[in-house]
């Protein structure tokens, strides 16, 4: 049962995230403020805003869920921590190229038109991904406080609203800010106060029994082919994601952003760690959910209701909020600023930069109300959210990577890379939904693997020196301006 107390924190935590925005909206004057916050975000902020985009509702209470279903071998799927990493030695070529996207990179490199085919898939992209996270908000707060009378679609919308306004007030200052604030409670509640409570009412042989492996069973259910698939895509999706990308134009200087990837790769490692110790203690301690209508999805937000004293359930419940809106809000400032940016600006070149702001604004405001139906209408975060995050790497990853470091890529093997990427995994997929694929065939390490062909393969067909176009690493500094 929820307690006066815990509703009193949860709202406390909403108005201070609105009155981070109202704050940060009085330093925003130009599109560039909006986007990248005027490139002027230091090494602690950049830390927070790092890692409370890095933590949501896929790794924690999808990684969670799957924990509870699979056991140990939940913990061995660190693609993503891995990927962070590696995008710790890219990040600060993107920061002193001085691109505010993935986008501004493809046009540079391969003309207008792959900008704007790049652009509407990330656009479509962000809606679903903002739509598992307000899904995520909808389940919390439903499972803990529902006895207060509020509704799964009432916290669905609520938490709409609070993240839509104050993205549209303070865009990434206000973001950045609010991940900071929102990566402390989270990290201290959910990552140190819960494990320790949760191990200390399960006990240390029980938990090793239920780290165990059963014999004969070491995978838990899952196949090779299935593991192998959410580390290509963790790691693939983590070197082109969005909202890193942002963070490293945004940085005040390419060795914060260097750091801050490396600190932030840690802290994920040991989150993945903490959270697939909670799933399986929620085995021992919820035997039955996966026959609930909320599925093992409940696994996190169970323990707090059953076992988080007052107060301390009111932070947690803040920090799984936290948790999903970190991620949530930075999917909305990538969608508004994409289509001003990438989409509407090319089409609008006499647009000043005070009208492209209020595009973004009010792009954020559409994208807003298409995940809200979104998320009242799917279930199944972590499905989800690796079927976006595939569609997003197919279509992205190898011309991405080729624009920056490869010197005989071509706008024909862009175009060839994304569109048959991006066909492949669509299709595969619908194959596998319709039991017509087989199980030693993976949509995304397949559509992935024809991706990178396709960029080779057509790239050297159609390469000729006197047109090729100078990859973006040697590129000098004032080609970016």
């Given amino acids: 049962m929820a307690n006066l107390l815990d509703g009193i924190i949860i709202i406390l935590f909403f108005v201070g995230m609105l009155g981070v925005g109202i704050y940060a909206a009085r330093k925003i004057k130009v599109n560039a403020d909006f986007a990248i916050a005027g490139r002027s975000i230091k090494l602690p902020v950049l830390i927070g805003t790092l890692t409370g985009t890095a933590i949501g509702a896929s790794s924690t209470i999808g990684s969670a869920g799957l924990a509870y279903k699979h056991g140990i071998i939940v913990a061995l799927l660190i693609g993503y921590p891995i990927g962070l990493a590696l995008f710790g030695f890219v990040a600060p070529i993107v920061r002193r190229m001085g691109v505010w996207n993935i986008p501004d990179v493809l046009v540079l490199r391969y003309g207008s038109r792959m900008r704007l085919v790049f652009a509407v898939v990330l656009v479509l992209g962000t809606i679903a991904v903002f739509g598992t996270q307000l899904i995520a908000v909808g389940l919390v707060v439903n499972a803990i406080v529902g006895d207060l009378g509020i509704t799964y679609s009432q916290a669905v919308v609520g938490a709409s609203i609070v993240m839509i306004i104050y993205t549209i007030l303070g865009g990434l200052l206000a973001v950045a800010y609010t991940d900071l604030i929102q990566t402390i409670i989270m990290f201290v509640t959910i990552g140190i106060i819960m494990p320790i409570l949760i191990f200390s009412e399960v006990g240390g042989s029980t938990v090793v029994e239920l780290m165990t492996p059963e014999p004969g069973n070491f995978f838990g259910g899952l196949t090779p082919m299935y593991i192998v698939s959410i580390f290509v895509v ?61 599925g093992m999805d409940a696994a996190v937000p169970k323990m707090i209701v059953e076992y988080m004293p007052i107060g301390i359930k009111g932070l947690c419940l803040a920090a799984m909020i936290a948790i999903m809106m970190s991620t949530a809000d930075t999917c909305l400032l990538v969608a508004g600023t994409t289509f001003s940016h990438d989409l509407v600006q090319p089409l609008k070149p006499n647009y000043t930069d005070r009208k492209l702001l209020t595009v973004s604004r009010l792009f954020i405001l559409i994208i807003g109300g298409l995940g809200v139906i979104f998320a009242l209408h799917m279930t199944g975060i972590f499905d989800m959210i690796l079927l976006a995050f595939a569609i997003f790497v197919a279509g992205g990853f190898a011309p991405t990577m080729a624009a920056i470091f490869w010197k ?70 004032q080609a970016f301006k």
Avoid at 246 to 253: F, L, P, V
Avoid at 257 to 271: E, V
Avoid at 272 to 288: C, D, E, M, R, W
Wanted: glycine share 6%; charged share 10%.
């Fill in 234 to 294: 963790d790691i693939l999706f983590s070197l082109i994601d969005p909202s890193l990308w942002q963070r490293a134009a945004a940085a005040k200087d390419a060795r914060s952003i260097k750091i801050g990837m490396f600190i932030t790769a840690g802290i994920n490692f040991y989150w993945k760690l903490a959270v697939v110790f909670l799933g399986i203690s929620a085995l021992h301690l919820f035997p039955g959910l996966l026959s609930t209508s909320q």
């Fill in 408 to 477: 005989k890529a071509t706008k024909a093997g862009a175009f060839a890379s994304s569109i048959g990427g991006t066909i492949a995994v669509v299709g595969l997929y619908a194959l596998k939904l319709s039991g017509m694929l087989s199980p030693w065939i993976d949509p995304i390490a397949t559509s992935v693997a024809l991706s990178i062909v396709l960029m080779i393969f057509i790239s050297y067909l159609t390469y000729h020196p006197e047109k090729a176009t100078q990859r973006l690493l040697d590129m000098p500094q």
